[in-house]
């Protein structure tokens, strides 16, 4: 009796653990991030994530970077949970970890958003560069301008 009480506790328990590890998978997963149209080697492709239109594209949820290099770059963030987010990414060819402007605020350096989202005077909104992660491995292309 007790060794089959035993059998049926540890059949719970690993049934759980698979449940709760299948689950968890199933929720979080990679989204790979390809940066299309790198000119040159100068400085790092920074790419910032956003999970909310409240500070787009000024505060990212996440942050994440990799040195240019010609033609193409991927970045990835790992474990990423299922939601909604947007993407933004420039060419940061002085190293200064900010996105460079003229004096009208128009960019000096090489600047994509995910759905290839544009503005018309200014950043594009959220909803037009936002995309829907639904906890699967996913891969989005920014191309930059």
Partial sequence: MKFSLLCTLATSSLVSSLLVACTSSA??????VVVKD?????????????????????????KNGTVASVGQ??????????????LSAFQDKNGNEKLDTNSMGIPNEPLGFSEDAKGKFGPPDFADARFKHTGTALTKTITLK
Wanted: no cysteine.
């Fill in 38 to 62: 790198v000119k040159n080697t100068d400085g790092k492709i920074l790419v910032a994530l956003y999970n909310k239109a409240d500070g787009f594209p000024r505060i990212p949820f996440l």
């Fill in 73 to 86: 770059v991927q970045v990835v963030f790992k474990d990423l949970p299922a939601g909604e987010y947007a």
């Fill in 27 to 32: 929720v979080a997963a990679d989204l790979t």
